[in-house]
């Protein structure tokens, strides 16, 4: 156990001095990880309303602060190329939300093709409308995405660092709230990039 929290620990420091030095990104991910909790929730109540809750307003906040606010120059307070960054990313990088990002479009394009989605959304939930069959779509696409990068890590990593990522992933809007809560203050005071002093002194 203590090894498997020296890991998330790890995961996410590196997590946060790689991919979070916006002020903008931070705020977003203060943004998505309430609604995340809303959704966490909604689940227990109508899970399919929690899908199009994360997916709709928790997602697109956090990925928006990855893709068009974070910086990809080169990082000099860890020293580190964006390339090095995504090569060495142990969950989604730039590239795998690309092609998640992607297949979430395309599952509406897909279920006004097909409302059943070629038999794989029961009935009960495809007769409670297309936007239901959306929500229903999109948790599996989430779970799926989930195991499926676990699993993979499992592989490549073995079974602690997989376990440590998943852990990592459900409790970031937990984690998120601590760490960015004061971002919108640091926004106001004109402050686009965080210091990060902590990062410097941390290596």
Known sequence: ??????????????????????????????????????????????????????????????????????????????????????????GYNLQRKIVLLAIWAALPLMILISPTLWGLLPASVVSGGALRSIGAAWLALGVGALVFRTVHLFLLKGVEEGLAWATKILTDPFHDIGLYWKSPWYLMKGELLDPMPHAVSHD
């Open 1 to 90: 156990m203590p090894h498997f929290l020296d890991t998330l620990r790890e995961q996410r420091w590196d997590d946060h001095r790689y991919y979070h030095q916006s002020r903008i990104n931070q705020a977003l991910h203060l943004v998505s990880a309430i609604s995340f909790l809303c959704a966490y929730v909604l689940l227990f109540v109508d899970p399919v309303a929690a899908a199009l809750l994360a997916w709709l307003v928790s997602m697109t906040t956090r990925q928006a602060g990855h893709f068009f606010f974070e910086p990809k120059g080169y990082d000099t307070i860890n020293r580190a190329t964006h390339e090095h960054k995504e090569a060495i990313k142990v």
